[in-house]
């Protein structure tokens, strides 16, 4: 059974400090896996996928995340966080199955202090 | 890039009455598009897919005749809560796949209050 598992509910940061988010799965196949940020009263935005190609993946806004099949990780960073960057934050695994069905984490709320 | 319009993006409606939640997907066609509710401060979690020209797949727990949804095009799909209560109350977003298997976008959400 596949399924995403975000170690922290809550992550503080000051501005201008790394930022990492952390994001373990498991599936039973290679896996397509994401990071999607939430505003309060927003949809999902994509920030950055990872689907088999290069183990260290780019994103928007500065972020970057990387996939270790040793670890079943695909923790999520950022040199230097900015007030804008307070969100909400989803790990989501895409299974090999053709349903399309997404699996999400729980979530992580960054917070982000001056 | 992809877009997927939702709307109405908040709604406030007397209880006993229906509403309905159009998803558009605006610049691709969107073989399968899917219905999340999300409550506060939790994750989404997935109603029912959605795949053009067919019955919608209701995951467990979730009514089917409560929560009708239509997929009637390739860039429509529609969920009408019917006989709103207030636990229906809640943030309700789309997801569109794109056919071409680039991947998932999705809407603004929907804020629908039943008072």
């Known amino acids: 059974a596949q399924s995403v598992t975000q170690l922290d509910s809550h992550v503080s940061v000051s501005e201008g400090t790394p930022v990492l988010l952390r994001c373990n799965y498991s599936?039973?196949?290679?896996?397509?896996l994401f990071w999607y940020v939430q505003h309060p009263n927003k949809g999902l935005q994509l920030l950055l996928k990872?689907?088999?190609?290069?183990?260290l993946v780019k994103g928007i806004n500065g972020f970057e995340a990387e996939f270790k099949k040793s670890e079943t990780s695909f923790h999520l960073t950022k040199p230097s966080a900015h007030m804008s960057d307070a969100a909400e934050y989803f790990c989501?695994?895409?299974?090999?199955?053709?349903?399309?069905?997404?699996?999400f984490g729980q979530g992580t709320t960054l917070q982000v202090k001056p | 890039g992809a877009v997927v319009s939702q709307h109405p993006s908040w709604v406030i409606c007397k209880s006993g009455t229906s509403v309905k939640i159009e998803c558009r997907s605006l610049?691709?066609?969107?073989?399968?598009m899917f219905w999340y509710r999300q409550f506060p401060k939790q994750s989404l979690m997935l109603m029912a897919t959605?795949?053009?020209?067919?019955?919608?797949?209701?995951e467990q727990g979730v009514e089917k005749d409560k929560f009708l949804i239509n997929h009637a095009s390739l860039t429509l799909s529609t969920l009408t809560v019917t006989s709103a209560h207030p636990e229906d109350s809640s943030f309700y977003i789309c997801?569109?796949?794109?056919?071409?298997?680039?991947?998932?976008?999705f809407g603004s959400g929907t804020r629908l209050t039943v008072v």
């Open positions: 959605s795949n053009e020209g067919s019955k919608a797949t209701y």
């Open positions: 599936s039973s196949y290679s896996p397509s």
């Open positions: 990872y689907t088999s190609a290069a183990t």
């Open positions: 997801s569109a796949r794109d056919r071409r298997g680039l991947g998932y976008t």
């Open positions: 610049d691709f066609q969107a073989t399968t």
């Open positions: 989501v695994v895409s299974p090999s199955s053709n349903t399309g069905k997404l699996i």
